[in-house]
């Protein structure tokens, strides 16, 4: 049986986490976990084989200095090794580190799927998101390499090297489309003062009579609205052979940033039922303010709880608004079992280092958490902000991501919202999308 010896006694949790993970959850090999005592570095040891790995995110000797990122070179360590596209692999190296130095494969796994630099003091945008310019990933232009997984194939290597055989065993590759609803309608909700001055705007303002048609046929027939596309997002679903995860809302908790509206409408009561009835999935989008506020998640999550006939059991948060451990740890309180927020708006890419779905460490209380985290790595808003839609070079980022996942394993998880079908040439770029991706 392999034996693990940490660096240190101090980081004991979170060296029983990462090991769990990476071998236990990832490599599926029995292990046994000892207390070491050389704080720079880990000793893998199997009979007569033995490694040592470096050691730099835990520092043993300094403790408190846990989240000062000051401690860590902003560039990482380049290695020999390199992965399947040829690239050198990269790690974490301490800002004042030997030239000889083993790198921090376990730390640097750790780094990346725990969310580490939301919990440190880093810069963040108007929506207090973590901005991906600010990151290691992105500094080092990483964001589209699967870190963490090229640094698991670099541990088997290692190990094999000294004789020590754990076979890899990637996880099977899947395309997971999701839906976050953050209004199923653009016009047909709207309150009937408010429906006179848009169509007012339409005919005097704009002197658009088609648009204004538009608008009084999507109050008469919710299926005319160009928000609520979610049959053509079935249909293209179903010709690409795989279900999606449709995320709605319990309530709202901003005026500017949540649109309300009511799950018990006639049309959402029928789109529930036959989104149902057609295997997908229902989801949880708690609101803008529910991030890191007990009472609005709750209560929305209830609400939506009552609304689904079948379990809700995962979702993502509005506006990818992630307050790192308090975020994950309000997600397992009330029993959801898979969260799917980890990414970055303006920036696709594996932000975790992985497609793989993984246990989740709260950074906070020091503990595993029995949440799971599913990476999201393309989105609509993003892709589009990245290129053109239905360029080559849009094609072009996706498939370099997808060609990843296949390599890896994991889920090609992709973000489309029903709002962002309603031109003609997003919604071909989303079916050509999708189904490049199926083939």
Same mark, same amino acid.
């Given at each position: ?19 769990a993970t990476v071998f236990g959850d990832f490599l599926d090999t029995p292990y046994e976990l000892h207390t070491g005592t050389d704080c720079s570095s880990w000793i893998l040891r199997q009979g007569a084989a033995k490694i040592? +790995? !470096?050691?730099?995110? &835990?520092?043993? $000797? #300094?403790? @408190?200095?846990?989240?000062? *990122?000051? %401690? ?33 494969? +376990? !730390?640097?796994?750790? &780094?990346?799927? $725990? #969310?580490? @630099?939301?919990?440190?003091? *880093?810069? %963040? ?23 963490a997984d090229e640094l698991l194939e670099e541990l088997v290597h290692r190990l094999a090297s000294v004789g020590i055989t754990i076979p890899i065993r990637n996880p099977s590759h899947a395309v997971v489309y999701s839906c ?260």
């Amino acid at each position: 049986m392999l034996q693990i010896f940490t660096p240190g006694h101090f980081f004991h949790p979170e060296y029983v986490y990462i090991c769990a993970t990476v071998f236990g959850d990832f490599l599926d090999t029995p292990y046994e976990l000892h207390t070491g005592t050389d704080c720079s570095s880990w000793i893998l040891r199997q009979g007569a084989a033995k490694i040592r +790995l !470096g050691n730099c995110l &835990f520092p043993e $000797t #300094a403790p @408190e200095t846990f989240f000062q *990122l000051s %401690r860590l070179a902003p560039n990482g360590k380049t290695l020999e090794a390199k992965n399947f596209r040829g690239h050198p692999l990269m790690t974490l190296q301490a800002a004042e580190e030997d030239a000889n130095a083993l790198p921090d494969l +376990l !730390g640097t796994i750790f &780094f990346l799927l $725990t #969310a580490f @630099e939301d919990a440190c003091n *880093l810069p %963040r945008d108007e929506h207090d998101r973590l901005l991906p310019e600010q990151t290691w990933l992105y500094r080092n232009s990483l964001l589209f390499r699967a870190v963490a997984d090229e640094l698991l194939e670099e541990l088997v290597h290692r190990l094999a090297s000294v004789g020590i055989t754990i076979p890899i065993r990637n996880p099977s590759h899947a395309v997971v489309y999701s839906c976050d609803v953050d209004t199923p309608f653009h016009w047909h909700h709207l309150s009937p003062r408010r429906f006179v001055r848009v169509v007012a705007g339409a005919l005097l303002k704009r002197r658009n009579i088609s648009e204004a048609a538009r608008m009084l046929l999507s109050r008469l027939d919710a299926a005319r609205d160009p928000y609520f596309s979610f049959a053509t997002i079935c249909d293209t679903l179903a010709e690409c052979g795989i279900k999606g995860n449709f995320y709605f809302m319990g309530g709202a908790s901003s005026l500017k940033y949540d649109t309300p509206y009511d799950l018990n409408s006639p049309p959402l009561q029928r789109l529930r039922d036959n989104l149902l009835q057609q295997g997908h999935q229902i989801g949880f989008h708690p609101s803008y303010h529910s991030s890191d506020n007990e009472e609005i998640f709750f209560r929305e999550l209830q609400c939506l709880r009552h609304w689904s006939p079948e379990p809700v059991c995962e979702g993502r948060q509005h506006y990818l608004r992630f307050k790192g451990s308090a975020t994950w740890r309000m997600w397992e309180k009330y029993g959801l079992i898979c969260d799917s927020s980890l990414a970055y708006s303006h920036a696709l890419g594996f932000r975790c280092g992985t497609a793989r779905k993984f246990g989740v460490y709260d950074l906070e209380q020091r503990r595993s958490l029995s949440l799971k985290e599913q990476p999201l790595l393309c989105m609509d808003g993003t892709l589009i902000e990245a290129a053109p839609p239905l360029s080559e070079d849009a094609f072009a980022l996706t498939r370099q991501l997808h060609e990843t996942v296949c390599h890896y394993g994991g889920s090609m998880t992709v973000l489309w919202h029903n709002s962002s079908l309603s031109a003609p040439e997003k919604f071909r770029h989303f079916t050509e999308l999708l189904s490049q991706l199926c083939r």
